[in-house]
């Protein structure tokens, strides 16, 4: 009647999810303003002047139809062809408009083109720590997750650990910069270090091995870090974004693929997007919202509240004595547990109404995931419990 794989997934959340789920019925139980969660990746930054503009008007001055019909299932192709030009005018990179394909989001994009380019007998390489569900989506292709750990000091790319992950079998490798969970952006260095790799394991093994750029965090960076653009040197590379957290609108589910003409075999990549796609019933993404993308495509958002939140939570924390690797992007802070077992100190933390995520589902454990993108308040109240909580273990 069911498939048990199915009903697994659907009686058990993501660990986030969960704790999520349980702050909220903490928030009502005791109050809100007496929970820190930091569970979930909600921006907290109003959405960009511009967003709100865009909508207004195409409200007021579009039809019914024009403005909520069905567009084509890749995509309304005047919107594909802005995001193209942008992309070309940011990154000097040569999309093709009929290569991008407009999706439900980042979940959407990375479900399409992993059931295009990877199946059985297929493995797909992810960098530990990753967000939970790459797992999810790759077995969901038929393929096989190949965990490759990060540096442990700095959390960037260890190419020799990447080229010993990597044989005949490899299809995949998902790229997430800057990445969730620990904020880290990978160097132009490291991204040139993959390209060659990639590019000897192609002649040796006579395969095509994708880059998945997943990218819903390029646009939230600090300082003056750069995040390389992918399809500038590596033509096998499919971009899966989302303007979830660059606009803050996650609800609103709208983002986009894109595969680089610079692909081999570009149009049958893109045509199995398609396909999966349509298999999947991800076909006509949000019409308005398609349009809103285009004209917002490329604009940050309040970029200086995440830094705020970054800055005190960061000083805090390493001044009461934690430890953790300063982020250089995204909303999240990657933080040492002080014990062994991370959902152990979970657990503890719960006693403190301080709601974070352990590492273990992101593939590492003995850590766990803060995400800053709270209101600056709820940041300054939860010092005070973050101080009591290591003074409890510390002297435990």
């Known amino acids: 009647m069911i498939t048990e ?40 930054v109003p959405s960009p002047q511009a967003v709100t503009d865009c909508l ?38 040569k999309a093709n408009p009929e290569l991008i394909y407009m999706t439900c989001g980042a979940a959407a994009s990375l479900s399409c083109t992993l059931s295009a380019i990877a199946g059985e007998k297929d493995e797909v390489l992810v960098l530990s720590p990753y967000f939970p ?11 096989t997750v190949v965990e490759v750990p990060t540096k442990r000091d700095t959390f960037t790319l260890d190419i020799e650990k990447i080229k010993n992950a990597t044989n005949k079998k490899t299809r995949a490798i998902i790229i997430n910069s800057p990445c969730n969970p620990t904020g880290v952006v990978y ?13 000897e394991k192609r002649e ?6 994708t880059v998945i750029a997943d990218e819903p965090y390029r646009e939230i960076v600090y300082g003056d870090v750069f995040v390389p653009y992918i399809p500038n040197y590596y033509d096998d590379t499919v971009v899966c974004y989302s303007y979830s957290k ?46 809103v993308v285009a004209e917002c495509d490329g604009i940050a958002p309040n970029i200086e509240a995440y830094n705020e939140n970054r800055t005190l939570l960061y000083n805090a924390l390493t001044e009461i004595g934690f430890t953790a690797v300063k982020p250089e992007g995204a909303f999240y802070l990657f933080l040492k547990s002080p014990m062994p077992d991370a959902k152990e100190f979970c657990e503890k933390a ?39 909580l290591y003074k409890e273990i510390k002297n435990g």
């Open 5 to 44: 794989r199915a009903l697994a997934l659907g009686k058990k959340r993501s660990t986030i999810r969960e704790i999520f789920e349980y702050s909220m019925r903490r928030k009502r139980e005791i109050g809100e303003e007496n929970v820190f969660d930091f569970s979930l990746g909600n921006p907290s």
């Open 56 to 93: 207004k008007e195409l409200i007021e001055n579009e039809t019914t139809v024009a403005l909520h019909g069905y567009t084509s299932a890749a995509g309304a192709m005047a919107v594909r062809e802005k995001i193209a030009k942008k992309t070309y005018n940011r990154f000097d990179f």
């Open 204 to 209: 040796q093994y006579g395969t095509h091995i």
């Open 246 to 291: 660059s606009l803050s609108i996650p609800g609103e589910r709208i983002g986009y693929i894109m595969v680089s003409p610079q692909m081999q075999y570009a149009e049958d990549v893109f045509y199995a997007v398609c396909g999966a796609a349509r298999s999947m019933g991800y076909v006509c993404a949000p019409s308005m919202w398609q349009r």
């Open 187 to 199: 160097s132009e260095d490291d991204i040139i270090a993959l390209s060659d790799l990639l590019k």
């Open 133 to 143: 569900e790459y797992r999810v989506f790759i077995e969901n292709a038929g393929a």
């Open 350 to 388: 719960k006693e403190y109404e301080l709601l974070l995520v352990p590492s273990d589902d992101f593939g590492c454990g003995g850590y766990v995931r803060i995400a800053y993108c709270v209101e600056k308040s709820v940041i300054e109240r939860a010092i005070p419990a973050f101080r009591e």
